[in-house]
T-cell receptor, first 114, second 108 residues
Framework: DAGVTQSPTHLIKTRGQQVTLRCSPK?????VSWYQQALGQGPQFIFQ???????QRGNFPDRFSGHQFPNYSSELNVNALLLGDSALYLC?????????????FGDGTRLSIL | DAKTTQPNSMESNEEEPVHLPCNHS???????IHWYRQLPSQGPEYVIH???SNVNNRMASLAIAEDRKSSTLILHRATLRDAAVYYC?????????FGKGTRLHILP
């Protein structure tokens, strides 16, 4: 049973470019959340998708957008990249049942902005 | 979101038990107490969670104070592989708000 898979594992972009990161949830999970983790910090919640809609959003600008597909996989898009967007981007999947359900994380995509 | 307070770092000897404390004095009745850990170069890994009663699983035990204002994650016999950042988190819905966690060092 595959866990959460993310692609690519590493990515290098330049300022102003756009990037798309991909996530396949653990089998049976219907909810996908995205997090940004800067070096030396804890992960920060970006947003969550359920039933192909954004259900919750953290304190991130509109440059960060996402999508969930009918098979529950998800994409994170970031436009007009800034140097400060350099971070590890983590995807987590779960069942949509509130605080009683663990989230399962992938190992992330390391995004470097030059 | 209710906040948690954890020590920045702790040390423990290999093969000894480890008790990782967490204070959450503003916890509400619907908050679950979750613990995750993050090993170097990996995503966070779920460890254990509970609401009111103590919980055990194959990885660890969670001891919850009677007033629920604090909890302790117990690793019964630490190994070098347990060296990680441990996050204590309160959750009432699907998102996770991470703090800075406790960096656990295991001494051989």
């Amino acid at each position: 049973d595959a866990g959460v898979t993310q692609s690519p594992t590493h990515l290098i972009k330049t300022r102003g470019q756009q990037v798309t990161l991909r996530c396949s949830p653990k089998s049976g999970h219907d909810t996908v959340s995205w997090y940004q983790q800067a070096l030396g910090q804890g992960p920060q919640f970006i947003f969550q998708y359920y039933e192909e809609e954004e259900r919750q959003r953290g304190n991130f600008p509109d440059r960060f957008s996402g999508h969930q597909f009918p098979n529950y996989s998800s994409e994170l898009n970031v436009n007009a990249l800034l140097l400060g967007d350099s971070a590890l981007y983590l995807c987590a999947s779960s069942l949509a049942q509130g605080g009683n359900q663990p989230q399962h994380f992938g190992d992330g995509t390391r995004l470097s902005i030059l | 979101d209710a906040k948690t307070t954890q020590p920045n770092s702790m040390e423990s000897n290999e093969e000894e038990p480890v008790h990782l404390p967490c204070n959450h004095s503003t916890i509400s009745g619907t908050d679950y107490i979750h613990w995750y850990r993050q090993l170097p170069s990996q995503g966070p890994e779920y460890v254990i969670h509970g609401l009111t009663s103590n919980v055990n699983n194959r990885m660890a035990s969670l001891a919850i104070a009677e007033d629920r204002k604090s909890s302790t994650l117990i690793l019964h016999r630490a190994t070098l592989r347990d060296a990680a950042v441990y996050y204590c988190i309160l959750r009432w819905d699907d998102k996770i708000i991470f703090g800075k966690g406790t960096r656990l060092h295991i001494l051989p």
